[in-house]
């Protein structure tokens, strides 16, 4: 064997397992704005009947039943159910959890078999109509079962929900926005397929964090509207607060996105 043959072989290899990352685990897809794992959770909540008006279930067994479609473990499944419940990480959360599903200070979640969950209503927006044959579905990795390529999404997800992913020479990034602005944006182009991204920006003014914030500028938004990459600075919401005793102290009553208030605190008292 050469070392020519060698060179071939691994760039081809390579390529393979850098195709299976990028579709198979860390990039969301345009259709849903859903990693797999995520698609794998709502479906199997669907299949249970777990639905919104619909009585909780141990997070414990429903992450069990995802196995069907991930070969993962249980510990990442119920890792990623979690992230869907968390309102200051999903601007619209997709599922409910009841019991002690983690905090914005960055505490963990309880074990899985102490919460329980259920499909949000906007969760199962995502799903709705997907009885009518109106999505392609898959074997499963073990040709068991199907699954669904991607949901049918009624709910704007790719424009209204957060979701990060970072692959293999590839990297993913989109931020959530306000759902009545998509709504005004999406409308409004149904009816002028010929608009340009000034004329969406009247509706959809810029991202719409779950945490809130201040968004400094707008040079960023237009950017990242306009090629698809943009930074865009936010700042706390803060006030200042003058005691009786004469001292004063800040109140800080929003965050910026993905902001850890534990370590955050811990910063300003480094600097003090």
């Not at 340009?196 to 991202?207: R, T, V």
Request: glycine share 6%; with cysteine.
């Amino acid at each position: 064997v050469t070392m020519a043959d060698l060179n071939e072989r691994s760039i081809q290899d390579f390529l393979i397992y850098a195709n299976s990352v990028i579709k198979s685990r860390a990039i969301p897809r345009v259709e849903d704005n859903l990693k797999p794992i995520h698609r794998k959770i709502l479906w199997t909540l669907y299949e249970d009947k777990v639905f919104a008006d619909k009585p909780t279930k141990k997070c414990a067994t429903e992450a069990g039943r995802a196995l069907a479609y991930s070969p993962h473990g249980d510990a990442s499944v119920y890792g990623a159910m979690v992230r869907l419940s968390q309102w200051w990480k999903l601007r619209y959360p997709l599922m409910e959890m009841q019991g002690n599903c983690g905090n914005i200070l960055g505490d963990t979640a309880a074990a899985s078999r102490y919460t329980e969950c259920r499909l949000s209503p906007l969760g199962m927006l995502m799903l709705e109509d997907i009885n009518k044959n109106c999505v392609d579905f898959r074997p499963n990795y073990d040709n068991t079962t199907t699954e669904p390529e991607t949901l049918p999404s009624k709910f704007p997800f790719l424009l209204c929900g957060n979701n990060s992913g970072i692959a293999v020479g590839m990297g993913s990034d989109i931020v959530s926005h306000n759902f009545t602005e998509v709504m005004g944006a999406i409308q409004y182009y149904m009816e002028h397929k010929d608009c340009s991204i000034a004329d969406l920006m009247q509706f959809i003014k810029g991202p719409d964090f779950p945490t809130g914030a201040t968004i400094l500028g707008t040079r960023g938004i237009e950017e990242a509207y306009r090629t698809g990459r943009g930074k865009i600075r936010v700042r706390a919401v803060t006030n200042i607060e003058t005691l009786p005793n004469g001292k004063s102290r800040i109140i800080v009553t929003e965050l910026p996105y993905l902001v850890n208030k534990a370590r955050l605190i811990e910063k300003i008292a480094e600097l003090v």
